[in-house]
């Protein structure tokens, strides 16, 4: 763009214009549902959806949602299934992830390329045996059978992309500490974990976005409403509406889910971009 | 204290022989190996691998999900689809949502990783950070969220629309089979744009701009710098982002559906794994769920294989 002509500038514009609308189109329901959570049925029903909410501002549908509604206990099963799913993935995935990047050994390259093959099937097919599984394991409607069902869901993502991060960092720095008479182990835990903080990270986080937002396993393996996650809670609170209408607490509660995504978001952006498109090219 | 004698070899490829303490070295690398990667292959093989086979396998049976009532019928489940008008359907809305998602997303992707990137747009990572958002909510929220956009009496779509027109206007956008599977798409074109934007904005930033620089002394328009330039050396990336709609939209389309309509009204967004979800989880016909899963692999394997053959063509003519 070395010479503005008229017709670039005109051009540019029209783009801008669009920017700008899309920006609106993915903001604006995301604001709208800020208000939403601060009205009550009756601005729902006679106002404008775009209505700005009258005061004072109903902020009681967020502690009534919290507590009536039980949305309480589907954010406190989210943050320990998500913790302890996350963190379970990351040990079993960086273990294997290790072993692959820095061992031969024979079944090496079949053990990548089962993970790696897992990926790209569909999770749906094991969806009904998965369900009988849990049943007879007797962990249906258990907080830790979905925190197995998620950590192994978790584990191919680890070990594809931090494999590829382990074969990056330098041999010489466990080869040295080897000879300082670290065993295999201390190696791995000591020294080699440490290094792959930014990977560990990067994977952690990507698995923390879709453990929290997981719904499909979620809604199968639970149907004990003081065992459900938020994206569970909230699908059933959403169906509910047809019946018992109150759109101040569900957008309160439905707010309650996305904040904690959006500020891992703005704190991780660059991880969580770079983990998905490591995810999408394989 | 420790003599070096105890050191496990420093060669991982080869390995040298060295004493050690009790155990030799090699049977202590052996067990290290073992330790850190058995354990992990049996806990994904009991919760992924085994229900998926075990799912395939499933698919021969005619099974109400008891334990008593399971009988093996071959493959009539699989003759069965073939007389099953709903499936087809399903199948057919699994190709338009694919279709109409790729030129949704791809397209507004690239178009918008071309003007935050070769025409300079003030605020461009705002734009960025802002249309990458969708990608990283819960499909419930974004179900949640676009439900009450079609909402038929209090939704943003018809309040906006009747500001137009005279009467008020009442279209149920999800409850009506005319409009049910054209408004599924808004909400997972939306949802997606910005992982494809986020994909060609990394790789337009990669062609050396010399090569644009010669594209303006040549007199070459943007429309032009965009169709010699910019396409073919992003046509990877391109590609990949294809790839990436027709896999999630295959493997996953049904959660949007499910959420949003329940395949209904009257099967008419049925998509495969939302019929494979009423199947098994509300009708109890859990063989021919399986069946349903087993053709979801199938068509998502062969798919992906066709195009990336098709793609592979194109690219070689373009070059």
Redesign the interface.
């Known amino acids: 763009m070395h010479k503005k002509s008229a017709g670039s500038v005109v051009l540019s514009a029209i783009f801008y214009v669009i920017l700008i609308l899309w920006a609106l189109c993915v903001l604006y329901p995301l604001v709208w549902s800020v208000f939403g959570s601060l009205k009550d049925n009756q601005q729902f029903l006679l106002k404008m959806p775009w209505s700005l909410p009258e005061f004072p501002l109903l902020w009681e549908n967020f502690s009534n949602v919290w507590v009536n509604y039980q949305v309480g206990t589907y954010f406190m099963n989210s943050l320990l299934v998500t913790t302890l799913s996350t963190l379970l993935a990351l040990l079993l995935a960086s273990t294997t992830a290790y072993t692959i990047a820095r061992f031969r050994f024979i079944g090496n390259q079949v053990l990548y390329n089962l993970y790696l093959a897992s990926m790209m099937i569909p999770m749906i097919l094991g969806l009904i045996p998965l369900f009988f599984l849990l049943s007879d394991m007797q962990l249906s409607n258990t907080l830790l059978g979905l925190i197995l069902v998620y950590t192994a869901m978790n584990i191919s993502f680890g070990v594809f992309v931090l494999t590829g991060f382990f074969r990056t960092l330098p041999k010489e720095l466990d080869e040295s500490a080897s000879i300082d008479g670290a065993s295999d182990y201390g190696v791995f835990f000591r020294i080699m974990l440490p290094l792959a903080r930014p990977g560990l990270i990067s994977v952690g986080i990507m698995n923390v976005l879709s453990i929290w937002n997981e719904y499909v396993m979620g809604t199968v393996l639970v149907n004990d409403p003081s065992k459900y996650t938020l994206p569970i809670g909230i699908a059933v609170m959403q169906a509910e509406m047809q019946y018992r209408t109150e759109w101040g607490p569900l957008f309160a509660g439905l707010l309650l889910s996305i904040i904690p995504v959006l500020i891992i978001y703005f704190i991780f952006q660059r991880q969580i971009t770079s983990g998905m498109i490591a995810g999408a090219v394989k | 204290m ?1 003599t ?1 004698n ?5 060669d ?2 080869v390995g040298k022989p060295k004493a050690g303490k009790g155990m030799n070295w090699k049977t ?3 067990l ?2 073992f ?3 058995v ?3 049996l ?2 093989c ?7 086979i ?3 396998y ?1 698919s021969l049976f005619d099974w109400s ?1 008891g334990s008593e009532t399971k009988s093996f019928i071959g493959f009539d489940n699989y003759k069965e689809m073939l007389n099953d008008p709903i499936l087809g359907h399903a199948i057919y809305n699994d190709y338009f949502l694919v279709f109409w998602k790729v030129i949704g997303i791809v397209g ?1 992707g690239v ?2 990783a071309v ?2 990137t ?5 605020g461009s990572g ?2 960025r ?13 974004i ?7 079609y909402n038929p009496s ?3 779509l018809n ?1 906006f629309l009747s500001l137009f027109t005279e009467k008020k206007v009442e279209i149920s956008y999800l409850g009506d089979e005319a409009y049910a599977m054209w408004s599924l798409l808004p909400p997972a074109i ?1 949802a997606g ?1 910005g ?1 494809v934007m ?2 060609l904005i ?1 790789s337009i930033l990669s062609i050396p701009t010399e090569l644009y ?1 010669a594209g ?1 002394l040549d007199g070459a328009t ?1 429309w032009q710098q965009f169709v010699r330039i910019t396409m073919p050396l992003t046509w990877e990336q391109i590609k ?2 294809i ?2 709609v027709v ?1 999630t939209t ?3 389309s ?2 949007i559906v ?2 949003m309509t329940e395949g209904g009204p009257d099967n008419a967004t049925q998509v495969m ?1 939302s019929y ?2 009423q199947m ?2 509300r009708q109890y016909h ?1 063989g021919y ?2 069946a349903i ?2 053709l ?2 199938i068509l ?2 062969i798919t ?1 294989l066709a195009l990336q053959r098709i793609m592979r063509r194109d690219t070689y003519e373009m070059s």
């Open positions: 420790i070096v105890n050191a496990p070899s420093i991982h490829a202590k690398r052996k290290f190996i330790v850190f990667t354990p992990t292959l806990f994904f009991l919760f992924m691998i085994y229900p998926i075990q799912g395939l499933i999900g507004l178009f918008f003007a935050l070769r025409f300079r747009m003030k705002f734009f950070q802002v249309f990458f958002i969708p990608n990283i909510l819960s499909v419930v929220v179900g949640v969220l676009w439900n009450y956009i209090i939704g943003f309040s939306w744009v992982f986020i994909l990394a620089e303006n943007q990949v982002s790839l990436w896999m295959l493997n996953g049904f959660v499910w959420i794994g494979l979800y098994g989880f859990m769920a399986s899963g087993a979801i692999l998502s394997l992906t």
